[in-house]
Every structure is written in C-alpha cells, then in structure tokens.
C-alpha cells in the first residue's frame, strides 16, 4: 500500500473509532501514532517525533492565548454579567413582538464579546433567559431554538478560540482574523432576530410581549453593563489599535473581568476556584485535542497527501467555486457529527492548502481571512444541527419537559439564516474583508 492510500484509508479509520465512542483526542492520537509508524518503519523515529512534536506545540507562545480567554469567559459566567446584559437589551426591545427572544440573541452578542466560547454562552445565557421566555408564553421550540442559536455567536464575535486555533494552523494574524468577524458576527445577530420576528409574525400568537420600558429605567440597566463595554472595548480594541498583541490584550481582558466579578460582589473564593479549575480542565482538554491533531496531520504531511491533493485539485481545471461550495457542504455535514474544534484541528491542514491553490481573485493573505471567516460560520452552523449540535444538548437539558424534537425543529429557522448569510458572504468577500482593508 503506498503512502497516500495509507493517508486516505486512515479516514474511515479515524471515523470509526470517533463512532465507537473513543475521545477524538485519543482517536487522532492512536491513528497519527500508528500511521507515522507504518510510514517510517521505525517505532524510535515515531516516539521521538512525538516527543519533539509535544514540546513544540506547547510551548507556543501564541497558545496561551487559550487559556486565558477562557477564564475571561469563566469570570464573566460566574459573576452574573449574563443577567445585566439580558435585562439591558430586554428593556429596550421586550415590548416588541418576539422581543424578548430577540433581547436574548443581543445579550449572547454581548456575552460572546467577553466569553469566546460557544457552549458556555449558550449555557449561561439559558439559566438566565430561558425562565423569561416561558414567563411570556414562548413556544419551547423557539424558546430553545433561540437560544441554542445564540449561543452561536460566543465562537464568531471576538475574542474567539476557534479563530485562535484556525489563525495558529494557517499561520494567520490573530488581531485581522478578530476584525474580519465583526461584520459577519453582527450580521449573524441581526439575522436570527429576523427569524425570530418572521416566525412571531407567521404564528401572532406564540408569545406575549412584556410592557414598554420607560428610558430612565432603560438608562439604569444601560449603565450596569458597562463592566461589560468596557472590557470589550479595551480588549478588541487595544488589539484593533495596535495597543496590545491578542495575547496581551487575552491577559488584560482576563485580569479586568476578573477585577469587575470581584467588585460586583459575585466572585467568592468558591466561585474564584471552579473558575480556575474549569479553566484548566477545559484548557487541557484543548491541548490534548490539539496534540492529537498535529500528530494526526504530521503523519499526513509525511505521506504528501495534502500537497497531491492540492496539485490534483489545481489540475483539474475545476472552478474554484465550485470547490468551495463542496467544501463548505463538506463542512456542514462534518458539523452534524463532529465537535467544532476537533473538525476545524482535522480538516484545516487539508483543506487549506487546497483552497489556497485555487484563484479567489484575492491576495493569500485576504483570501486566508475570507475563508476561515466562512469556515467559522459554518463549523457554528454544526452547534445547532442534530445530531451531535451541542448547544441544542444543553439547551434541552435545561429545559426537560420540552422533547428533543422540538428543540430540533426550532434551531431550523436560524440554520436557514446561517445557509443565507453564508452564500452572501460566499459571494461578496469584501463584506467580510471591508473593515480589515480599512483599518489596515
């Protein structure tokens, strides 16, 4: 068997051992371990590659990133900056007709300014919205729907930690990829509040509005989110300003939301240790995902596999949009039964260099923006597609009484919304690419 029918069987391999319920983590490891061994002949030159390979990964400086955005984010969580940012946007848009869910899409913007990570956006901004929701009689498909939607924009709007992964595995700059996503980030916002404001407007009487806010009122819970502002302020835009690398403005923005949880009067010694240790544990189970990966991908790098397919693709002749939109269908199907780290660490190393061969009209550089911007979108699309969307999981297991089925069925509207916004972004990358060709 030659070297590149070795690379291409250790996919269904890989896929197998993923559906029997072995961590990907290990699954990469073991089929990366094996794999380089049958490439090279020699268990030595296997071991060593591995140990060379575990202190070059970790002991990038560009990695401690990580950890520190999720403890900005775990700060953030246990200090009950959620609930500020749900009653602030409620007061002005709760009188509208789907309001409220809509309230609860702008506070998961807000709270995926300051968190990076999907899944506790998703979970954090449940406990507080959720009970809201079934005050006003929301249907518990848009209930959860909505919110597992939502939680979506904790990996798009910056800092996030999937766009740290993707910059480091394409060597990208940090700061640009954040810029990149503002637009498309807002964009997916204003787009799952016209899902909601259609699906309320289809069926008027699926949920109550609540009473119009005065603005003196509006103006007091305006100001109890400045923590938040803030500390969004300070971090994107130091890194947009130049003022500080993304791994300095990571530790500024962690040590401010730190400094803001403790003011508030939420964060006790208790709540300081499960922060530190979720952290930890959610850091170390990156990094092992990561080690796996790179195993993974150096002993596809030593069958050539990811060089021939990008020469073949390229001789083909095919168009290159027809290319990426079989990517990103690839991307969307990988979503329903893969992780959304696990699927960018694997697939990227592959993908990229393919996509990169290809004539975009556009510079390496902008095109490295444009369509990691679209990877994005679309590997956030797989949190919300059954049967592995993890937010629709934690939505649900938050709200029991309501079937699975039914939190399928309404996270639809939002996947519609993300198909859309994808072709448009797909089709115009100066939309994506406007700000960063302005500010840089």
Not at 77 to 104: C, I, N, P, Y
Request: proline share 5%.
């Amino acid at each position: 068997m030659s070297n590149i029918e070795l690379a291409i069987w250790s996919f269904p391999v890989l896929l197998f051992l993923i559906f029997m319920r072995i961590p990907i983590a290990l699954a990469m490891l073991a089929v990366g371990f094996g794999g380089t061994f049958l490439v090279t002949g020699t268990p030595n030159m296997t071991l060593n590659q591995l140990k060379n390979l575990t202190f070059g990964t970790f002991s990038s400086y560009s990695l401690s990133i990580i950890p520190l955005f999720l403890l900005m984010g775990q700060f953030a969580t246990l200090s009950g900056m959620s609930a500020s940012l749900f009653r602030a946007a409620e007061s002005f848009l709760g009188h509208r007709k789907g309001g409220v869910a809509m309230s609860a899409i702008g506070a998961c913007a807000g709270f995926g300014a300051i968190c990076g990570s999907s899944l506790a956006t998703a979970a954090t901004m449940g406990q507080v919205a959720l009970p809201e929701l079934r005050r006003y009689g929301y249907p518990g498909s848009l209930a959860t729907g909505a919110l597992a939607a939502g939680g979506t924009l904790g990996i798009l709007i910056p800092p996030s930690v999937i766009l740290v992964i993707y910059a480091i595995l394409t060597e990208q700059n940090i700061a640009k990829l954040f810029v990149a996503a503002m637009i498309p980030g807002i964009l997916a916002a204003l787009g799952y509040m016209l899902a909601i404001a259609i699906w309320v407007r289809v069926s008027p009487n699926s949920a109550m509005v609540r009473e119009r806010i005065v603005w003196s009122k509006r103006l007091i819970a305006l100001a109890k989110v400045w923590p938040v502002l803030t500390i969004f302020l300070v971090v994107v835009g130091g890194i947009y300003l130049g003022i500080f690398t993304p791994t300095e403005a990571a530790a500024v923005g962690a040590a401010g939301t730190g400094i803001a949880a403790l003011a508030s009067g939420q964060m006790s010694m208790a709540k300081l240790r499960q922060a530190i240790l979720a952290t930890a544990s959610s850091t170390a189970m990156i990094f092992l995902i990561v080690l796996g990966a790179g195993l993974y991908n150096g002993f596809l790098a030593l069958t050539q596999l990811p060089q021939t397919s990008a020469l073949w693709v390229s001789e083909q002749g095919f168009s290159p949009w027809l290319i990426l939109t079989i990517v990103l269908l690839m991307y969307l199907a990988f979503g329903c039964i893969m992780d959304s780290l696990s699927m960018v660490l694997l697939t990227v190393p592959i993908i990229y260099p393919i996509m990169l061969a290809l004539d975009f009209g556009l510079s390496p550089d902008d095109f490295g923006l444009w369509f990691g911007i679209l990877v994005l979108i679309v590997v956030e699309v797989g949190l919300i597609t059954p049967p592995v969307g993890m937010n629709l999981f934690i939505i649900n297991g938050m709200a029991r009484d309501i079937p699975i089925g039914q939190t399928f069925r309404g996270a639809l509207p939002f996947v519609t919304t993300d198909i859309i916004r994808v072709a448009i972004l797909a089709s115009f990358p100066s939309i994506t690419l406007w700000l960063v060709w302005a500010i840089y």
